[in-house]
DNA sequence: GTAAGTGCAAAAGCTTTGCGGTGAA
DNA sequence: TTCACCGCAAAGCTTTTGCACTTAC
């Protein structure tokens, strides 16, 4: 009988050959360390689980990692906000839409949207909403613009 | 005729004051940089736009300032995420519950919210919408919990 | 065997802090 | 006059980078 880690780990495996990554024990147990972990966890917390089991392992290893989990996919980031301090003036209840490249952000009124509503029973036990965030992500018409024109160089480039 | 931008000194003169701040020529024109720029600036912008009128002002005093605008309300972050990279192993689509005190960040299934629609006409012209992010941002149990205690020992503190 | 990954250390951002001089109230 | 604020410089984080060694494929 498989049990839901060694399953998890085939998966893991998988997904390392499908993205054109080796498949190294550094890597299975960042990635476990991130999958067990329930509560979003930073390089720095990452670092602190691994290394219970792979003493030696380097911080700028998690760090490398992790992007490369990011960059195939294997990971998400929380937030594409995460590394800058991004200010707001405008204090009237409102919502964004961000792009995803260039990390833009525009204002969008806060009745262009109905109000979202989220059932207690849905929430974490005791815990007090105040506020309720609504975030468009895509890609803004300058860096689509700009994608075609690096994909179409590099077709010209491949051939 | 008082124009606008008299008006919106005036403003920020009196929120100073309300909130106990000295106004001092710095900051007048650090806060009229985020007011003026749309662009939701970062403090290096910000330093940027404020230099050309003070050249001698120090990015310290922008964060200084920043900080002190944040903390008494006269501006707002983007995002409570940021500074920190967290992340995320759940890759089906989900919305998030965060505690603004402890940033504590819990999942929700996305079928706990109902979809959100954005009419196209209160986009940003051009913009591909990928994905909508919900995010309930309040105060978990254990840190209202802290709240109660800190502020009752203020209490019996100041008697 | 080769290319990719690891560990270590240095460096590069971003942000905070401390201190002496300056200016607002 | 007094206290908060400013500018400068140093330090503290987080994250990235370069290089020699090791490992997966």
């Known amino acids: 009988m498989a049990d839901l880690r060694t399953q998890a780990l085939d998966d893991f495996r998988r997904r390392c050959k499908d993205q054109g990554l080796a498949f190294t024990f550094q890597r299975q147990v ?35 990692n992790v992007k490369t989990f990011l960059d195939s ?3 998400k980031e929380v937030t594409l906000h995460h590394g800058s301090l991004r200010l707001e003036s405008n204090m009237t209840p409102h919502h ?5 490249s260039c990390k833009a952000i ?3 009124k806060e009745t262009a949207v109905e109000s979202v ?9 005791g815990f007090a ?5 609504v975030e468009f992500v895509g890609v803004c018409k300058s860096c689509q613009t700009a994608r075609r ?6 077709k010209e480039c491949s051939t």
């Not at 966890?41 to 911080?59: A, N």
């Not at 024109?149 to 590099?154: P, T």
């Open 30 to 64: 960042i990635y476990e360390a991130v999958v067990d972990s329930r509560e979003h966890p930073t390089p720095e917390l990452i670092y602190e689980q691994v290394r219970q089991r792979i003493p030696s392992i380097s911080l700028g290893t998690i760090y490398k």
């Open 129 to 133: 909403i105040q506020q309720c965030r």
């Open 149 to 154: 024109k690096k994909s179409k160089a590099a």
């Open 96 to 100: 964004h839409v961000v792009c995803a």
């Open 73 to 75: 996919g294997v990971l």
């Open 106 to 108: 525009f204002d969008i």
């Open 117 to 125: 509503r989220l059932p207690t029973s849905e929430l974490p036990a």
